[in-house]
């Protein structure tokens, strides 16, 4: 792509612009989509910047709502995709990039869609891609799911710099160990490193949501990474991964043994190198792609036996 480099600010949405708009457009912040829209473009402007993003990148927004977050993407000459789940702001978002910024409107597609139902095939905007970068303000009742579901996806999202609910930040970038270390924490592990990058007050949104707000920033492993536990001779198949996940924190408090008794036998845990009397909360995500692993080539034994 052509470096597009754009040095002139461009005009943000303040907070009488977004209730102007919402009014225009006959919109209503609900419940129902979890949206609280950012009335500061100085808040808007400190995640493009913490996302790293330059003329250079392609950008998959999500919930772009009135279009606060989509100016200050567009604002650095990046092409940009935005999905939206509902009908009237996905309709009405080109209308304010067009009289707020109208040298972008040709680098902005609006994709009305619900994020959890994207795929490559309904939105290939990104197909041609090496790499592409998501930088979004999620809602929160389905922050987590997205994220997942994005990355299990597009093998080409290598990036992402979101804005979430502090509690759901905290989670996504837990270690092992710590006691809001969970599913969440060690799927995401799985595809490669988050870490927290700042906290957002309420007064930054309308309406002001009841909780305070997070940015979570996330690299993917490249393919050659030692660390990446999806490859080498032994990976273990990410299903399956997950699967004793989901059952080792299904039963937090519960030993390993106890937890994943019918997932994994004893030779297994022997022949990964795991005491079975750890809990789940303790293992990072290298010891469950080797405890998978071992699974998995117990299982093959036993087929091959048959």
């Not at 470096?3 to 977004?18: F, K």
């Not at 988050?194 to 930054?204: C, D, M, S």
């Not at 795991?274 to 995500?285: F, S, Y």
């Amino acid at each position: 792509m052509t470096d597009i480099t754009n040095t002139t600010a461009g005009h943000l949405l303040g907070a009488a612009d977004i209730r102007r708009i919402a009014d225009e457009a006959g919109v209503s912040p609900t419940k129902k989509f979890g949206q609280n829209f950012v009335i500061d473009p100085g808040t808007v402007r400190r995640i493009v910047r913490e996302a790293g993003v330059t003329g250079n990148d392609h950008v998959m927004e999500v919930g772009p709502g009135l279009g606060s977050l989509t100016l200050a993407i567009l604002e650095t000459g990046a092409a940009m995709t935005a999905v939206e789940i509902d009908p009237p702001l996905a309709e009405r978002l080109p209308s304010t990039v067009a009289e707020f910024m109208p040298e972008a409107v040709d680098r902005l597609n609006v994709v009305n869609r619900d994020a959890l139902t994207v795929t490559s095939d309904n939105v290939p905007d990104f197909n041609g891609d090496d790499s592409f970068t998501l930088v979004a303000n999620l809602p929160y009742n389905v922050a987590t799911p997205i994220l997942l579901t994005l990355l299990e996806r597009f093998d080409n999202l290598g990036s992402f710099l979101v804005m979430v609910q502090k509690e759901v930040a905290d989670r996504l970038a837990a270690k092992p160990g710590s006691k809001i270390y969970g599913t969440p924490s060690v799927k995401l592990a799985w595809y490669g490193t988050a870490e927290r990058v700042g906290t957002i007050g309420r007064n930054v949104f309308w309406p002001a949501p009841n909780v305070d707000s997070a940015l979570v920033k996330f690299t993917r492993f490249a393919a050659d990474d030692p660390a990446n536990p999806a490859v080498g001779e032994h990976a273990p198949q990410r299903a399956l991964v997950f699967q004793l996940i989901d059952a080792a924190f299904g039963q937090r408090r519960k030993t390993l043994h106890a937890a994943l008794k019918r997932l994994v036998s004893a030779q297994a845990f022997e022949a990964a190198g795991i005491d079975p009397t750890r809990r789940g909360e303790t293992l990072t995500i290298t010891e469950f792609a080797a405890l998978a692993a071992a699974v998995q080539r117990q299982n093959i034994q036993s087929e091959e036996a048959e």
